[in-house]
């Protein structure tokens, strides 16, 4: 049995994030994953400049630049209809997360944490802050961080379950071929794709990922739903392998742990319930739970990490709260066709929202300006449901 100041299972962008935070700060560190790194996981592969600016943070430097491929053309759809394109607002940067992760892991080890990746996990005691691997070796430590995704073997240890089966997204997803002149395609995200959920199309130099999700419990043919979109957008499913995760759409944890385990990003249930988006929220709520371990041990203090933590992420429960308001605005039947036709006629509601995702705009701004709109919104939703018996 071998003794650190700090374990963090899961190495994604979130553990990566813990575990070079807190070795950063002079923490004895083991990082833990059941794979070897570099690695493929299902992503999209959609880098915000909010996930960016945080992941130039953490590691004190700029990304390198073959990792991220720019992308500054927007094509928003809804039901194969298009809502418009917008062009000359903040890009999102396209990658793939063999490249994306292992860069990251390799920053952390750098830093200082002890490399366990490739090492299988038998089981999780959260009360000795154990951790025994496969082939029969534990570590402890004081404190645990749980980066393990949606899944989380961390999250089941503690609540008996990683998360709640009724608030669980689901996706599927494919690698198809490039588009040609990849670097001027557009991004493209088709609201209603799936129930309560999207579909996307990003462009990469080497492939394009084409996925659908949506709340699991709503969609209960979402294999259905991805032939669909598939078949709209020209992929041939003979061609490609469709793969699925669940993301926890926004169902956060509001306490993010218990004891002296704390929780980081999917295992936290730290997703974007409107973009799916989890790599900004994985690092930075990451980087909170390693600076937490560092702060509460130096102190003497292991047993406050938590307390701590969870303060530090209170403004990013904020803004899934504002996110999940605006879900039902979206998605909810009734206001949804109002705010699509204004999403449709305003290029300005377009522009809030790729700001928001840049990290210039917060989700409360997006809610408040959408609130002001509630009253029209209801009224263009009422006559787009009279429409076809006027027709």
Known sequence: ???????????????AAAAHASAARGLRVALIDRHAFPRNKLCGGGVTGRARAEAMSLLGRPLPEPLLEPRGRFAFHAAGAPLGEIEGVPPVWMTTRVGFDAHLVEA?????????????????DPQARAV???????????LIVGADG??????????????????????LEVEAPPPEAAAAAPVRIDFGAADW???????????????VGGVHARNPSMKTAMRAYMAMLGVDPERVKVQGAFLPFGDFRRVPGQKRVMLA?????????????????ALASGRMAGEAAARALARGRPEA??????????PIHRALRHAALMGHVIHGTALRDGFLSAFRRSGRLRYDYMRMLGGELEYGDIARRTLRRLPALAGRSAVARLSPARG
């Open 132 to 142: 025994t691997f496969r082939d029969g070796e534990r570590l402890t430590a004081p």
């Open 197 to 211: 959920g999207y579909g996307w199309s990003f462009p990469k130099s080497g492939s394009t990922t084409v996925g």
């Open 150 to 171: 949606a899944t989380s073997i961390v999250a089941r240890a503690l609540f008996g379950r990683p998360f709640d089966p009724a608030r669980i997204g689901f996706a």
């Open 108 to 124: 952390a080890l750098a830093a200082g944490a002890e490399d366990h990746t490739g090492r299988p996990v038998a089981e999780v």
């Open 305 to 314: 990490a938590l307390r701590d933590y969870a303060r530090a992420l209170r």
């Open 1 to 15: 049995m071998r003794s650190f100041d700090l374990l963090v299972i899961g190495a994604g962008p979130a553990g």
């Open 265 to 281: 990003g999917d295992a936290a249930g730290l997703v974007d319930p409107l973009t799916g988006e989890g790599i900004a929220y």
